[in-house]
């Protein structure tokens, strides 16, 4: 009867044994399936990153994401890609969805590739002088005119145009040579020459 009895209590052990170990794995895999996916980048070969916020780049943009994870990408609203591991190399702004594998959690974010510089119009005044005329100012980071030398190209004079707060319309008088450059916030520049006579 012992025999009986030790067979019957290891067999009811076993059973239990088998059962947590079943929880446990469910369990575990469920954690994994909670699991907030990570989008990645990297721009100019600089190290992986996680992509924690919405962000701007005006060269081309490395993206992948968690493994086992897919992908979703749309490009200005419309479908564009579904490769988990991607560089992007257009400009526009791209909308990057990753799913676990259960479906249960996604991550987006949005990656914008911007390489246009700043909108400036030059417009020549009909009292000789120039106005400077920024499309957005919200768009400008730096804003300098340099007045040169017309016969050595020295710099006389630099001035910083968003000083203060940059103007929309901002007028030069002052007879001689300028180079106007201006800079947005991920680098993109324009640079223009005027001269007044």
Known sequence: MKKKTISIIVFIILIIAIIVGIVLINGNKQQEDDVKPIIYYSSNDVVQ?????????????KISCTENCSSSIKKDGKKFSNEANIELSEEGIYEITITTPSGKTKETKKVTIDRTPPEVEIKENNSGSYTIIFKDVKDVEVATLIKNDPDTGETISETNLKEGQLQKKVEIKEKGYYNLRVEDKLGNFMSKKIRIK
């Not at 992509?51 to 005006?58: T, V, Y």
């Open 49 to 61: 990153s996680p992509l924690i916020e919405d962000k701007s780049f005006s060269d081309n943009v």
